[in-house]
T-cell receptor
């Protein structure tokens, strides 16, 4: 089992819809959770971080964390074609001082 | 004013050669990293340095040797290159490596290494 798992997609949504991206992790002691966006041929850039259970909103992005179920999700409201990218989930385990990335979910937003 | 820069952007070389990738950050960060991203987009940390000291060394062949002459630079030297080394290598930096307290990593543009 990989430390961080994501559905590779592609996830296709129409412009203006809500895109929902999910991530599960194996280390129950994980403390910090991050979502990165990576455009094709570019480097990852941080879009959201979340540390406690519940929702965290930033503009059109909402990160949701459920530590009991060991999953973290990212919602993108009013999806735009410019949101088309691969979204990487990353998890930090303080117990092991390890930082793991998932393999990413490719999102396509169709005009 | 590039925050994290890497050179070269592309590197094509033959099996068995030795090559280096350079990384520099001008953010004043204490911590720098090397990541490898394979063809399936899986991003894996290789090394982490904090203030020139190695703090993370994942299961990486000892053909890979990082060197940090100062906290603004972290270079990666690879000996005896193999086909499986072909990947994109990203350098990154963060303020102090405290991931548990919101330390954000900033990535360089990547170096695409192709071993023939």
């Amino acid at each position: 089992q990989k430390e961080v798992e994501q559905n590779s997609g592609p996830l296709s949504v129409p412009e203006g819809a809500i895109a929902s991206l999910n991530c599960t992790y194996s280390d129950r002691g994980s403390q910090s959770f991050f979502w990165y966006r990576q455009y094709s041929g570019k480097s990852p850039e941080l879009i959201m971080s979340i540390y406690s259970n519940g929702d965290k909103e930033d503009g059109r992005f909402t990160a949701q964390l459920n530590k009991a179920s060991q999953y973290v999700s990212l919602l993108i409201r009013d999806s735009q074609p410019s949101d088309s990218a691969t979204y990487l989930c990353a998890v930090y385990s303080g117990n092991f001082n390890k930082f793991y990335f998932g393999s990413g979910t490719k999102l396509n937003v169709k005009p | 004013d590039t925050a994290v820069s890497q050179t070269p952007k592309y590197l094509v070389t033959q099996m068995g050669n030795d090559k280096s990738i350079k990384c520099e950050q001008n953010l004043g960060h204490d911590t720098m990293y090397w990541y490898k991203q394979d063809s399936k987009k899986f991003l894996k940390i290789m090394f982490s340095y904090n203030n020139k000291e190695l703090i993370i060394n994942e299961t990486v062949p000892n053909r890979f040797s990082p060197k940090s002459p100062d906290k603004a630079h972290l270079n990666l030297h690879i000996n005896s290159l193999e086909l499986g080394d072909s990947a994109v290598y990203f350098c990154a930096s963060s303020q102090d490596g405290s991931w548990g307290r919101g330390d954000t990593q900033y990535f360089g543009p990547g170096t695409r290494l192709t071993v023939l």
